[in-house]
């Protein structure tokens, strides 16, 4: 019963722990700072905004 | 594409460069990802079947009960656990993998560790499932898998989890996309949870009522720490890419994952409004559930903004039209699950076909068409193929669309008539009973439109590895999309 309350209590701790950790991290790496850029991080050259990059499969017959 | 100048120059520029990076990396993904996919494409039709069996059992009394495991309360267990665990983790991972590298953007490193996971994981669902069929079931709702099934999976958990921080520790330097929160949140969340839960509740189980909690502890936050992030974490890839726009507000987006993180774990003691517990508990439950509006909110707000003025591009982008769908499917349901939780309204709703409804929008309308959009997006990709017809792609989304939405309409309208049949001391039990059963037949017949969409979807996939179909003339990803669906140029 102990070693099963000690795992749980650990779990909750460390969980927690990484939660702050990794708030606090992203904070001070300026994760938070210029979103603008953050949100475009996505698209490069190869794609760039304003390029879609799906569509339906189109018929060719050759 | 290529203009007259770059192709003179033989020095790569940055486009290119940035290609071969991108296709590097989903090569890298192709083994993996596939895999994860084609076993989570099976279970779901086996998923769908044991849906059916269940479903008619209800229409149809004493339906196939002549054998042990054809019955009522092995076939419902054994469906709900190859759809959550066979399908919707195994086609979230599959997804999240292949983001998590398009994100960090390397190649996939150690993928002999996710191969691992992947043989672990459908051992697990095999075993589990057949355990189920067997009888072994363990009777706590989302945990049926019998005892020896569950380290099976664990380890697969175990193995995904490691590979996402190494992942993570290599990644290139630069900006964590809000993706990638949710990815990194959903691998380490997930195993914390399962642990927990098998060791309160079958290692050294905890006695009494306290049970209850901890099991609907567990549920909830499957729903809301695990298959919730990914499928918004593909949401917040998938639309901007596809449309080719950014996110709306990138600051709410941050603010939704940071408050859904600090909300949702709280949820899942509303399941137990009117139970024997602390009033405390459930009070905190009901405000966490409330506020969890938040988050959702905040995801609305984006997911509409981003789309303001490209809606157009619905009729052309297959990923776009099940993502879209997926998305508002969030909303909605994320919005009636903290209705739900207000007492007055969980007094008439809880113990129907009401909460049956919920889930299914949440799993299915929400996470599930959320996959196959990623899929439509992701397996081009991996294969290098196109998908061979628009065709199936469109029976796939309408088939399910409409089957969903059929299903929790009824299952929704059946569970308020039995809610309050259920609360009026005039009526007698049977008939509460009764006054839902048509509504349960409409919800059978829903489900079969539902397997045959996953049919054809599977169809499609298996046309995909073999690479039938015609041979593109033009690889179709990176060029421009054009209204025009079928352009036939004999």
């Given at each position: 019963?102990?070693?099963?309350?000690?795992?749980?209590?650990?779990?909750?701790?460390?969980?927690?722990?990484?939660?702050?950790?990794?708030?606090?991290?992203?904070?001070?790496?300026?994760?938070?700072?210029?979103?603008?850029?953050?949100?475009?991080?996505?698209?490069?050259?190869?794609?760039?905004?304003?390029?879609?990059?799906?569509?339906?499969?189109?018929?060719?017959?050759? | 594409?290529?203009?007259?100048?770059?192709?003179?120059?033989?020095?790569?520029?940055?486009?290119?460069?940035?290609?071969?990076?991108?296709?590097?990396?989903?090569?890298?993904?192709?083994?993996?990802?596939?895999?994860?996919?084609?076993?989570?494409?099976?279970?779901?039709?086996?998923?769908?079947?044991?849906?059916?069996?269940?479903?008619?059992?209800?229409?149809?009394?004493?339906?196939?009960?002549?054998?042990?495991?054809?019955?009522?309360?092995?076939?419902?267990?054994?469906?709900?656990?190859?759809?959550?665990?066979?399908?919707?983790?195994?086609?979230?991972?599959?997804?999240?993998?292949?983001l998590?590298?398009?994100l960090?953007?390397?190649?996939?490193?150690?993928?002999?560790?996710?191969?691992?996971?992947?043989?672990?994981?459908?051992?697990?669902?095999?075993?589990?499932?057949?355990?189920?069929?067997?009888?072994?079931?363990?009777?706590?709702?989302?945990?049926?898998?019998?005892?020896?099934?569950?380290?099976?999976?664990?380890?697969?958990?175990?193995?995904?989890?490691?590979?996402?921080?190494?992942?993570?520790?290599?990644?290139?330097?630069?900006?964590?996309y809000v993706s990638q929160w949710y990815l990194?949140?959903?691998?380490?969340?997930?195993?914390?949870?399962?642990?927990?839960?098998?060791?309160?509740?079958?290692?050294?189980?905890?006695?009494?009522?306290?049970?209850?909690?901890?099991?609907?502890?567990?549920?909830?936050?499957?729903?809301?720490?695990?298959?919730?992030?990914?499928?918004?974490a593909s949401?917040y890839y998938?639309?901007?890419?596809?449309?080719?726009?950014?996110?709306?507000?990138?600051?709410?987006?941050?603010?939704?994952?940071?408050?859904?993180?600090?909300?949702?774990?709280?949820?899942?003691?509303?399941?137990?409004?009117?139970?024997?517990?602390?009033?405390?508990?459930?009070?905190?439950?009901?405000?966490?559930?409330?506020?969890?509006?938040?988050?959702?909110?905040?995801?609305?707000?984006?997911?509409?903004?981003?789309?303001?003025?490209?809606?157009?591009?619905?009729?052309?982008?297959?990923?776009?039209?099940?993502?879209?769908?997926?998305?508002?499917?969030?909303?909605?349901?994320?919005?009636?699950?903290?209705?739900?939780?207000?007492?007055?309204?969980?007094?008439?709703?809880?113990?129907?076909?009401?909460?049956?409804?919920?889930?299914?929008?949440?799993?299915?309308?929400?996470?599930?068409?959320?996959?196959?959009?990623?899929?439509?997006?992701?397996?081009?990709?991996?294969?290098?193929?196109?998908?061979?017809?628009?065709?199936?792609?469109?029976?796939?989304?309408?088939?399910?669309?409409?089957?969903?939405?059929?299903?929790?309409?009824?299952?929704?309208?059946?569970?308020?008539?039995?809610?309050?049949?259920?609360?009026?001391?005039?009526?007698?039990?049977?008939?509460?009973?009764?006054?839902?059963?048509?509504?349960?037949?409409?919800?059978?017949?829903?489900?079969?439109?539902?397997?045959?969409?996953?049919?054809?979807?599977?169809?499609?996939?298996?046309?995909?590895?073999?690479?039938?179909?015609?041979?593109?003339?033009?690889?179709?990803?990176?060029?421009?999309?054009?209204?025009?669906?079928?352009?036939?140029?004999?």
């Amino acid at each position: 019963m102990m070693v099963a309350a000690f795992l749980i209590l650990g779990g909750l701790i460390f969980l927690s722990g990484t939660a702050l950790i990794a708030f606090y991290w992203a904070a001070r790496d300026g994760q938070f700072r210029d979103l603008k850029k953050g949100s475009e991080v996505i698209f490069d050259e190869d794609e760039p905004i304003g390029q879609p990059t799906d569509r339906f499969p189109v018929k060719h017959t050759t | 594409m290529t203009t007259l100048a770059a192709s003179l120059n033989p020095s790569p520029n940055d486009a290119t460069l940035e290609r071969i990076e991108r296709s590097a990396i989903d090569a890298s993904a192709r083994l993996p990802v596939l895999l994860f996919f084609g076993t989570a494409i099976f279970w779901l039709l086996i998923g769908s079947l044991l849906a059916l069996v269940a479903a008619f059992k209800m229409n149809i009394p004493g339906l196939m009960d002549n054998e042990a495991w054809l019955t009522f309360g092995r076939v419902r267990p054994a469906h709900l656990n190859t759809v959550v665990f066979g399908w919707a983790s195994a086609a979230g991972i599959g997804v999240g993998l292949w983001l998590m590298a398009r994100l960090c953007r390397v190649a996939m490193m150690h993928t002999s560790l996710l191969i691992v996971a992947a043989i672990f994981w459908n051992l697990g669902v095999l075993v589990g499932t057949l355990g189920i069929l067997a009888g072994d079931s363990r009777s706590i709702e989302w945990l049926e898998f019998p005892g020896y099934a569950t380290p099976i999976l664990f380890i697969a958990y175990a193995f995904i989890g490691i590979w996402g921080i190494i992942m993570f520790r290599f990644r290139k330097p630069g900006h964590v996309y809000v993706s990638q929160w949710y990815l990194l949140a959903a691998f380490l969340w997930f195993p914390w949870l399962y642990a927990t839960v098998n060791i309160l509740l079958i290692w050294q189980p905890i006695l009494g009522s306290a049970q209850g909690a901890v099991n609907w502890w567990f549920a909830h936050n499957v729903l809301g720490l695990w298959f919730t992030p990914i499928g918004l974490a593909s949401a917040y890839y998938m639309i901007p890419k596809v449309i080719g726009r950014p996110i709306h507000s990138y600051y709410l987006s941050i603010l939704g994952f940071w408050s859904l993180a600090l909300f949702y774990s709280w949820n899942g003691m509303h399941h137990l409004i009117g139970g024997p517990f602390p009033a405390w508990m459930i009070s905190a439950s009901v405000v966490a559930s409330v506020m969890m509006f938040v988050p959702v909110i905040t995801v609305a707000i984006n997911h509409h903004m981003t789309m303001q003025g490209h809606f157009g591009a619905l009729q052309w982008s297959p990923t776009l039209r099940f993502t879209v769908f997926g998305a508002m499917s969030y909303t909605i349901v994320s919005f009636q699950g903290s209705l739900m939780a207000i007492p007055t309204l969980n007094q008439i709703t809880h113990f129907t076909h009401y909460t049956i409804g919920h889930s299914h929008l949440g799993l299915y309308a929400f996470f599930t068409m959320m996959m196959f959009g990623a899929m439509y997006y992701i397996i081009p990709r991996l294969v290098g193929w196109e998908w061979p017809s628009a065709n199936l792609i469109r029976w796939h989304f309408w088939l399910a669309a409409i089957g969903i939405l059929i299903m929790v309409g009824a299952l929704t309208f059946g569970g308020i008539i039995q809610g309050l049949a259920l609360y009026d001391p005039a009526v007698n039990f049977m008939n509460s009973l009764f006054f839902a059963s048509p509504w349960l037949w409409v919800r059978s017949f829903s489900g079969l439109l539902l397997t045959a969409a996953h049919v054809i979807f599977a169809v499609h996939f298996v046309m995909m590895l073999l690479h039938l179909g015609d041979k593109r003339a033009e690889p179709t990803l990176f060029a421009r999309p054009i209204p025009e669906e079928e352009t036939i140029t004999a």
